[in-house]
């Protein structure tokens, strides 16, 4: 991490030496540093800078509720050489750029169910898919029964968009057959606990169901090189996630606050905004506490927890470490609340190990 920023460490150091006087050079200064920046920024891939194994680089811990430091929900995980993408909330591919993950790497999104905070940053991502990586063919959306509609949409939406694009930059930078979305819909069939919808070169990808009412939603578990991810989805407690999730060597489990949920709910009331007040109550109902996750991966005897999705939002320092500890109380393994910008690292070799990388 150090390595990313010292360019701008050193121009504070120049500014501070310079003194006064520096204030009247900052725009040259400043255009010095972005040289340095954008050359080293340009070159630079978090998936070649990381071991053979499975990585989990969180693009997206937040939630609907507006938090100026945390995306919608967007998880990228890397399986040797394959970057895959499960869900992609608002600001999912600013957050990846920004963290050196090329969109035009993304083989797939997969969509743990239809509620917009989950897919409401596709767009982006499927321009920066076809835009970063001259992509001639569009990016691969494989969602619940539905994903279908939302990729007709969003490519109706962005077809003029897209036209100009191709019209302004050439076909060879832009191919007309690379924009947008394609969609491939999945069912679990009646009676089966999983389903399995990759697997091709080390990498497997299943899908379970979990309790999201009123919508159709699932977890998914990725295996490559000997390790294991499971994520949850959004979901009240579930027993299909604890069974799916035995072994696993991570735990990505949503959480929500009951507590800090409370002080909310307390607040839209009191300021006669009954229909915000109604909305913080229904969605303990959906979601999982702190505790309950825990109690998940202390059944499932996966190797450590993270914690996304953070509800509610979380802008004063210290309030994410309130959902460490309250999970903590029901799982003996490593709690993390999760910010964007955080890699969990499973090397194939064994270990686990977590850093935080964000460029600028």
């Not at 945390?70 to 970057?83: M, N, T, Y």
């Not at 606990?193 to 697997?199: F, K, N, P, R, W």
């Amino acid at each position: 991490m150090a390595r990313k920023i010292w360019p701008w460490l050193a121009g504070i150091a120049l500014i501070a030496a310079l003194g006064a006087g520096a204030y009247f050079y900052r725009g040259e200064i400043a255009t010095r540093i972005l040289q340095r920046a954008a050359a080293q920024g340009m070159s630079d891939s978090l998936s070649a800078q990381l071991p053979d194994g499975l990585h989990a680089v969180f693009c997206g811990t937040g939630s609907p509720l507006p938090d100026r430091t945390r995306a919608g929900p967007c998880l990228a995980v890397v399986a040797g050489e394959r970057v895959f993408v499960f869900d992609a909330g608002e600001g999912a591919a600013e957050t990846l750029a920004l963290m050196g993950v090329n969109a035009g790497d993304v083989e797939a999104v997969y969509l743990s169910h239809l509620h917009s905070d989950h897919f409401d940053g596709l767009a982006p991502l499927a321009l920066q898919h076809w835009a970063t990586g001259t992509s001639q063919t569009p990016l691969q959306l494989v969602g619940p029964t539905g994903a279908a509609r939302i990729a007709a949409g969003l490519n109706e939406a962005y077809a003029i968009d897209s036209g100009y694009r191709t019209n302004h930059h050439g076909p060879e930078i832009m191919p007309p057959t690379g924009g947008g979305l394609v969609a491939r819909e999945f069912e679990i069939p009646q009676g089966s606990a999983t389903i399995v919808l990759h697997e091709a070169d080390g990498v497997r990808i299943t899908a379970f169901p979990v309790i999201h009412a009123p919508t159709e939603a699932v977890g998914f578990r990725i295996e490559y090189g000997g390790r294991s991810i499971v994520i949850s989805g959004d979901t009240s407690r579930s027993d299909s996630l604890a069974l799916n999730a035995r072994g696993a060597d991570l735990l990505i489990h949503e959480a929500i606050s009951p507590r800090l949920n409370a002080i909310m709910e307390s607040a839209a009331q009191s300021s006669g905004r009954t229909n915000v007040g109604v909305i913080f109550h229904d969605i303990l109902d959906y979601h999982t506490s702190p505790q309950d996750a825990g109690a998940v991966a202390q059944e499932a005897g996966v190797g450590a927890l993270a914690l996304t999705h953070l509800l509610p939002q979380t802008p004063i320092p210290g309030l994410s470490s309130t959902f460490e500890r309250d999970a903590r109380t029901t799982f003996d393994g490593p709690v993390w609340a999760m910010r964007d910008g955080d890699v969990i690292s499973l090397p194939s070799a064994g270990g686990i190990n977590r850093f935080h990388r964000l460029r600028f």
